[in-house]
């Protein structure tokens, strides 16, 4: 569905509602076709976390110098409502791939399902389905399986700060509602609860709600955020203009005058934190992420042209 606001949009991020089918990039496309043609400089553009096409829900675009901030999107809580399709597993974990495995789900109970996230809270293992945007031998997991190719991927280290049901309709479905880490696969989730339980589970709706402070905006809405606003879950300071000339060029530890202000915005209690850096602003525009060191700071990232 197209953008309402077709402007030009400015660098930073762009809070965006996928919606079921369509591609993350798809909407990656359409926001380079807006910035092609307007006037002004040709941005690079990027998705701050892809989404399947059969799930919805908020999708941030990067633009500009923020596509150098990609990583710093996974260090924050993603929060998802899924619908879970019990007695059936699938090789893609989702309704669109091939059974795999059936089982009857006509014993579980909801204290049941409760106890069987107990496990999985926290930090474990996991592995990704053979349908994720992992890369293998440089080439994308997905666009392997899709060949009919065989993928076998190694697990990671991912995190589960919460996770509940929010409804049940036993035996078929159920939907749960949780908040993760960056590089969560809520399919693979889905699929061990299955494997766990003894019946077999897979994704049949799944819709990414939260994005740290951001929610998913209405659809064919956007919401622009541009600034220090675009990592309001670290600490900033502002730079005087002798202390921004001197940072440019910087190869060690510099000590500069402005004020540390502390972040706007935390991630919840027992949650990774983000890994500290300081957003360093010039007049208003973020100029570059900052190391605290003994005696002053370093230059962990400079962002030029600023954002």
């Keep these: 569905m197209p953008i ?9 991020v762009l809070l965006l509602h996928k ?11 359409e926001v380079q076709t807006a910035l092609a043609a307007s006037p002004g400089k040709p941005w690079k553009v990027c998705h701050g976390g892809v989404l399947d ?11 500009g110098p923020a596509t150098k901030l990609f990583e710093r999107l996974h260090e924050v809580p993603k929060t998802y409502e899924a619908t879970v399709a019990w007695g059936t597993e699938t090789d893609t974990g989702d309704a669109g791939g091939v059974v795999v495995q059936t089982g009857d789900a006509s014993a579980l109970t909801e204290a049941a399902l409760t106890a069987a996230l107990a496990p999985f809270i926290g930090w474990t293992k996991q592995v990704p389905p053979a349908t994720s945007n992992k890369r293998v031998d440089g080439e994308r997991a997905y666009e392997k399986a899709h060949r009919g190719e065989a993928v076998e991927l190694p697990p990671s280290d991912v995190f589960l700060h919460r996770a509940h049901w929010v409804s049940h309709a036993l035996p078929t479905s159920s939907v749960l509602r949780l908040t993760c880490r960056g590089g969560f696969y809520v399919r693979s989730l889905v699929r061990d609860l299955g494997q766990a339980l003894g019946c077999g589970a897979h994704v049949s709706e799944l819709k990414r709600t939260h994005i740290g402070p951001w929610s998913d905006p209405a659809v064919g809405q956007r919401s622009e955020v541009v600034g220090a606003d675009v990592l309001p879950w670290l600490p900033t300071i502002e730079l005087h203009d002798d ?3 001197v940072l440019k060029s910087a190869t060690g530890t510099v000590s500069v005058r402005g004020k540390v202000r502390p972040a706007r915005w935390t991630v919840p209690e027992g949650f990774p934190a983000p890994k500290e850096v300081v957003v360093a602003s010039h007049l208003g525009r973020v100029v570059a992420l900052l190391e605290r060191r003994e005696g002053g700071f370093g230059v962990s990232q400079l962002l030029l042209p600023p954002l």
């Excluded at 309402?4 to 930073?12: M, T, Y």
């Excluded at 096409?53 to 633009?63: E, K, N, Q, R």
């Design 53 to 63: 096409p059969f799930a919805s829900g908020l999708l941030p675009i990067l633009i």
């Design 19 to 29: 919606p079921v089918g369509a591609t993350s990039f798809s909407l990656v496309h």
């Design 243 to 245: 202390d921004w000339g």
């Design 4 to 12: 309402e606001n077709p402007r030009r949009p400015l660098p930073g």
